[in-house]
């Protein structure tokens, strides 16, 4: 007779001990795998950290806009979150600029080693300025390799870049006053006061007046003028009427007929 307790069995299938094993067993093996993902996760984030902390050092060309869009800076700078040290450079083919030297480039003097560039603090010095280069027909790309330490010692991979002044030829410039414009402005200011004087000589001359009292004093002289002129007027008049008078009188004396018309009016009524 089969045991109540095991009539469900299947012949040749695991005995419920054998069923708890391969649990068991299933879930170690979940479990590992769910370890070794978060050990890789962790890996991964402590390189990305220590990625982030470390220096980097780039060299590129960069658009001086505060002065002239013409005017082109050579930059090496560290882009990184700790800083460089013992920074070496070296330029193929050496550098050389023609700003003011057209007919006899000077060479760029690059520094061929900073002792440490902090994060975000850059090295720079004028490349050069485009028209007196394009005269001079320099070369374009120079090759800058780029060696350093982070700041524990530990060399850092080289890197080389590229500088290729082929692509800022044909880059041009949109009229926007920067801050050096306002300096250029104060400056021009700065030299026209300069000229100001006290006296009337000299090139530029301040003069300084009343204006409320030299209104007044000129409605005053209108008016006093007026006055003048109307009381000339009425002299005038005066000395006409007085004339007329005097030669009127002078006639009727010499002739003896009266010419003023109301005196002749009553002589011939009178007869």
């Known amino acids: 007779m089969v045991p109540a307790a095991a009539w469900w069995r299947i012949e040749g299938w695991p005995t419920a001990g054998e069923w708890q094993a391969f649990g068991s067993v299933g879930t170690l093996l979940v479990a590992a795998v769910a370890a070794g993902f978060a ?44 800083a460089a040290h013992d920074i070496r450079i070296s330029i193929d083919p050496p550098m050389k600029r023609a700003w003011g030297k057209v007919a006899n480039p000077e060479p760029l003097d690059v520094a061929s080693t900073i002792t440490t560039l902090v994060p975000r603090q850059e090295w720079k010095t004028l490349f050069d300025w485009a028209p007196h280069r394009l005269a001079a027909k320099l070369y374009d790309v120079y090759k800058v390799k780029i060696q350093y330490k982070d700041s524990h010692g530990k060399e850092m991979a080289a890197a080389t870049f590229t500088i290729d002044w082929n692509q800022y030829r044909t880059m041009r410039k949109i009229g926007v006053k920067t801050t050096h414009d306002i300096g250029k402005a104060v400056q021009d200011i700065d030299k ?23 209104d007044k004093r000129e409605a005053e002289e209108f008016a006093r003028g007026y006055r003048e002129h109307q009381e000339a007027t009425q002299r005038e008049s005066e000395v006409e009427t007085s004339n007329e ?21 009553t002589n011939n009524t009178g007869r």
Not at 50 to 74: G, W
Not at 245 to 264: E, K, Q, R
């Open 192 to 214: 026209t006061l300069k000229k100001w004087t006290q006296g009337a000589s000299g090139p530029l001359s301040v003069h300084v007046r009343d204006g409320d009292a030299r």
């Open 39 to 82: 050990w890789r996760q962790v890996n991964e984030a402590r390189a990305l950290r220590r990625e982030q902390a470390q220096p980097y050092v780039a060299a590129y060309l960069d658009v001086n806009n505060e002065v002239d869009f013409s005017f082109m800076t050579f930059v090496i700078k560290n882009f990184g979150q700790t």
């Open 245 to 265: 008078l005097t030669d009127s009188w002078s006639s009727a004396i010499s002739t003896g007929v009266a010419t003023d018309p109301d005196d002749s009016a």
